[in-house]
């Protein structure tokens, strides 16, 4: 198999010996790619900073055939993260606005919209398949305020009030044991229904949380991994 990597300037297949660089010349629509799904299908959809979507298959990268779709939904906001279930609708978050969904025919349907009354920052957590999680953010400025985290799965949803925090990024992971943990800007915090719990404290912001085989969790930040 290969690790794949996101950067700015392009997808990154590395095979164990040697590293190569998928670029617009290659097919993406963007040379930032931001997120990378693989569907059942071994299929890989990448998310670009300018919304558009490309798909990885077999060896080769196509535009996703309702692009102007998904960028005419996203306007001009940050693109946070994908999911492509197996009657392939294609679920977007973004940052400030929430998420939405094109289905197998082109049909689009707002799945979440942020209410921007109070000025309050706002996460989105959507469940998908019981383990994927995506996750999007509306905030306002990088002051301390009061923010609402909202949970959604296919047969539950929630809402509970974090304190004053200081939200600059958002990342979101579900554990082995189904417990989820937020990375919000420095602080690491264990979501449950209707509670939530600080765990951690960081020197700097959380850009990645990841579970391994052995159960141990990584957290990526600006300042390094712990």
């Not at 990597?5 to 590395?14: A, E, M, N, V």
């Not at 990088?142 to 929630?158: A, G, I, V």
């Not at 600059?168 to 579900?174: I, L, S």
Request: charged share 25%; glycine share 6%; proline share 2%.
């Amino acid at each position: 198999g290969y690790l794949w990597f996101t950067s700015d300037h392009g997808l990154i297949q590395y095979n164990g010996y040697e590293f190569r660089t998928f670029s617009t010349e290659d097919g993406l629509t963007d040379n930032t790619v931001f997120k990378i799904f693989e569907d059942r299908k071994k299929r890989l959809w990448l998310l670009t900073f300018t919304g558009g979507i490309s798909v990885y298959e077999n060896g080769k990268i196509h535009p996703y055939k309702y692009n102007d779709l998904a960028k005419a939904q996203i306007r001009g906001s940050i693109p946070l993260g994908i999911y492509v279930d197996s009657t392939e609708n294609v679920f977007v978050t973004c940052h400030q606005w929430g998420e939405f969904k094109i289905d197998s025919t082109g049909n689009v349907s707002h799945e979440f919209v942020f209410n921007h009354e109070n000025n309050r920052h706002k996460i989105l957590i959507d469940e998908h398949s019981k383990k994927y999680l995506l996750v999007s953010i509306c905030s306002y400025d990088d002051s301390e305020r009061p923010m609402t985290l909202y949970y959604r799965s296919s047969n539950f949803s929630d809402s509970v009030q974090i304190p004053l925090i200081k939200q600059k990024k958002v990342f979101a992971t579900k554990l082995s044991d189904n417990r989820i943990l937020v990375g919000i800007a420095n602080q690491i915090i264990e979501y449950e229904k209707g509670r939530v719990e600080q765990l951690a404290t960081l020197s700097d912001d959380a850009i990645y949380l990841f579970e391994d085989s052995k159960k141990r969790l990584w957290v990526g930040t600006d300042d390094g991994l712990y």
